[in-house]
């Protein structure tokens, strides 16, 4: 069983960055593929970033190359996402989860665990 907690959603003006955290219990995170999910009002639910059990392999929504950048730190149990140049369209919900494939996934059904989710505005 792994538990998520996600801190360091916010308000923020277009342009600006923001880190979110994403705290996991259990002694085996880093077996698990991670990945961080938003959806916005009215939207379906995306996947925004995703890393491997050891950090080796990434991936990014083309919404987002080149902005955020997704990293671990496996004996701190915590998953990363740095948002920079952020836009009003990355407003949403964002939310990580963990796979039990190590690889991660870009499938939603893929991932087992979720957190509760952390709110992320952006003015323009």
């Known amino acids: 069983q792994v538990q998520l907690v996600e801190s360091g959603g916010g308000l923020v003006q277009a342009g600006g960055s923001l880190r979110l955290s994403c705290a996991a219990s259990g002694r085996t995170f880093s077996s698990y593929g991670m990945g961080w999910f938003r959806q916005a009002p009215g939207k379906e639910q995306e996947l925004v970033a995703a890393?491997?059990?050891?950090?080796?392999?990434?991936y990014y929504a083309d919404s987002v190359k080149g902005r955020f950048t997704i990293s671990r730190d496996n004996p701190k149990n915590t998953v990363y996402l740095q948002m920079n140049s952020l836009k009003p369209e990355d407003t949403a919900v964002y939310t990580c989860?963990?796979?039990?494939?190590?690889?991660?996934?870009?499938?939603?059904?893929?991932?087992?665990?979720w957190g509760q989710g952390t709110q992320v505005t952006v003015s323009s």
């Open positions: 890393i491997s059990w050891a950090g080796g392999v990434t």
């Open positions: 989860a963990a796979t039990k494939r190590a690889a991660s996934s870009r499938r939603r059904y893929d991932y087992d665990y």
